[in-house]
Structure formats: C-alpha cells, structure tokens
C-alpha cells in the first residue's frame, strides 16, 4: 500500500478461493451460508507464517476486500438494496451495496483453520478470485452490539428451511454430500432477481456452484426442487 497524493493505492495480499463461480448465487452477506468455505490463500510476499502469529487465539476474521468483477462505480448516489424489493433506494453509504465508490467488501467469517500460506474459512460470501486486502481479528467484547438497531435490514434474509429445498434422486446420486449440503443452504434463500417474484413452476434457473452446473425450480408450495447436475468441465 502507498499513498500517490490524496490518492491511496492498496496491494492484495490474498486471494479468495470459493465455491461461487459467478456473482449470481453468492449470498448477500456473510455468515448466512454456514456451508459456505473457503480458502485464504496469501501471495508469496505475504505467505510467511509470521503474518499470522496467534491468530489462532481468533474463532472469527474481518476480510476487507475488492469487487473485482464489478464495473467501474458510475456515480450514483442511490441504490436498490434487493432487502427493499428492488424498488426504494436509499444512499451508498446506508447499504451494503457491492456498487460504490471505492468498490471494498467487508466479511466476517469463521476461522477454520490456519494452514501453510492458507486460510480456511466458513460463511463466505464472495465469488472465486476475490482479492483480499486486509485481515483483521474480530473482537466480541467492542464489535457484537446486541442493541445495535438495523430496522429494514434487522434480520436474515431467509426465505425457507433447507428441508423445503429437494433434490430428484438423480442429482442426489452424482453431487457430493458435502455439495448437496451447500446448495440446500444457498437455495434457502431467493436468489432470482427481486421483479420475479411469481415463482412460476414454468421458470427454472440455473447456478454454477463448487464445480457444478446446477438448475432449480420452484414446485407446487413453492417448495425448492434441485434437478439437474452436471459437473464443469
């Protein structure tokens, strides 16, 4: 990181490796998808184990990172936050919204283990190749504010349980166990955009997800019916 002027110029010091392929299917925040792992994986300059020295007296991480496969912020004051169905904006900085001016993620995830040059972590919520610029320890005693007040985004986005997500036998005879469990949780929430909310059996959608090409649809009950797997090649 150096400072050009008033300008700041920042230098990645990991990248993210995860089971999201595409922005369409990562949740909305972190923590959401406890199924949802992935690797820290440090550059070269930074792999030493001396970076990490008694992180492990840490369960919980701060990831400061980039959107990298956004485009460039166009100036807009106001976003659609998808909480709000899309249609009430409110300003960049009373959202979380990935568009913004200097483009940063901010997640908390759960510290799995530390590994030689790697990171493993849960509850991520960022596509695959994420750069990540800072790390920094979570503090229960100054940064968990039970009274803290969030109105409109005060709780979870889910939309069902994982027991109202199926699978054809099908699917559940060529995913693995360990994918089947992440896409049930992923699945728990609405992931089609927030102006198709009639959750037609005639829709199916489709997600690409730890190296699977995945199709749902929704079926009488708007119940949640996974029945289509196909591996990437």
Known sequence: ?????????????????????????????????????????????????????????????????????????????????????????????????????NGLGLSLVELLAIEPSVLRVGGIDCVDGTPVYDIKPYLPYCEAKPEARADWAGSAPTARSAEDVLATDEVVSVLPAEVLTLVKQVLTLDLQPAYQKDKTTARSYGVTLAGWNLRWRFTEGELVEIFEATIVE
């Open 1 to 101: 990181m150096r400072h050009l002027g008033k300008s700041l110029v920042m230098t990645p010091v990991a990248t993210l490796r995860t089971p999201f392929a595409e922005k369409f299917g990562v949740p909305r925040q972190s923590g959401i998808i406890a199924a949802a792992e992935a690797r820290v994986e440090f550059l070269p300059e930074f792999a030493s184990p001396d970076f990490v020295r008694g992180l492990v007296s840490f369960s919980h991480v701060w990831l400061i990172t980039g959107f990298h496969k956004n485009c460039a912020w166009d100036g807009a004051a106001t976003v659609r936050p998808p909480r709000l169905g899309g249609n009430k904006r409110v300003g960049v900085f009373a959202s979380r919204a990935p568009m913004r001016p």
